[in-house]
């Protein structure tokens, strides 16, 4: 019984962790966004996937293939060529991960402030 209780115990740490290191990319990918996106552009991130035009994760996912050259095409071609160079910008210093894992985020309704 004992050790059934450190398995269950040990168990939620191990949740906890996890869990604390996949909001990390979500706050290091809205650092990047406020940063860069939402400075150069004035775009809110609650407004960037209706700009993109993406409704699922599946969608911004593929946009964000081949080092994000889809999600800067279709940046620049929808006029908004400062958020276009902003990314360029996260995809040559930093993780696109992170940016990827913030805007899920913001798909699933987790809106940040500001």
């Known amino acids: 019984m004992r050790r059934f209780a450190k398995m269950v115990v040990a168990g939620l740490l191990l949740a906890s962790v996890s869990a604390s290191v996949a909001m990390a990319d979500y706050n290091k990918g809205f650092k990047y966004y ?3 996106v939402k400075k150069a552009s004035g775009i809110k991130g609650s407004e960037f996937p209706k700009i993109l035009g993406v409704q699922t994760p599946d969608q ?3 946009l964000f293939k081949d080092n994000a050259k889809p999600l800067i095409e279709k940046l620049e071609k929808s006029g908004h060529k400062k958020a276009a160079k902003a990314v360029e910008k996260i995809a040559k210093k930093h993780k696109l991960k992170d940016l990827e894992d913030f805007l899920v985020g913001i798909l699933n309704g987790k809106i940040p402030a500001g």
């Open 34 to 36: 406020q940063k860069y």
């Open 60 to 62: 911004l996912e593929a």
